[in-house]
Nanobody
Framework: QVRLVESGGGLVQAGGSLRLSCAASGSIRAITQTDWYRQAPGKQRERVATVFDDGRTEYVVSDKGRFAISGDRSTVYLQMNSLKPEDTAVYFC??????????WGQGTQVTVSI
C-alpha cells in the first residue's frame, strides 16, 4: 500500500509560479514511477509529467518548458512557472508500484487568475 498526499496548490496570478509536492508513505520502495496528472473542469484527466525510479523524467503536455518534475520515491515535486489560466485544474499525484498497480492522491487545486 502506498499513500500519497499532495500539497502546494493555490491561487496565483497569470505569470506566477507554484511548486506542488507529493509525499508518499507506505511501501514506497515498490514505486517504479510517479506521475503528475491534472484535470480541468469538464475535461479528461491528462498526464503532465513523470519521474521514474532511475531518475529519468518525461513530459507529455504542451509548453513542457514551463514545468519541471523532480524528486524521489518519498517526495516528488512539480515546479510550474509562467502559469496561464488554462493551467487551472486539480493536480493529482499517481504512483505505480512494480510498474502496474496505481495509487492516487486526493488532488490539490491550482487556480490561475488573469
Amino acid at each position: 500500500q502506498v499513500r500519497l498526499v499532495e500539497s502546494g496548490g493555490g491561487l496565483v496570478q497569470a505569470g506566477g509560479s507554484l511548486r506542488l509536492s507529493c509525499a508518499a508513505s507506505g511501501s514506497i520502495r515498490a514505486i517504479t514511477q510517479t506521475d503528475w496528472y491534472r484535470q480541468a473542469p469538464g475535461k479528461q484527466r491528462e498526464r503532465v509529467a513523470t519521474v521514474f525510479d532511475d531518475g529519468r523524467t518525461e513530459y507529455v503536455v504542451s509548453d513542457k518548458g514551463r514545468f519541471a518534475i523532480s524528486g524521489d520515491r518519498s517526495t516528488v515535486y512539480l515546479q510550474m512557472n509562467s502559469l496561464k489560466p488554462e493551467d487551472t485544474a486539480v493536480y493529482f499525484c499517481r504512483a505505480l508500484t512494480h510498474g502496474t498497480y496505481a495509487y492516487w492522491g486526493q488532488g490539490t487545486q491550482v487556480t490561475v487568475s488573469i
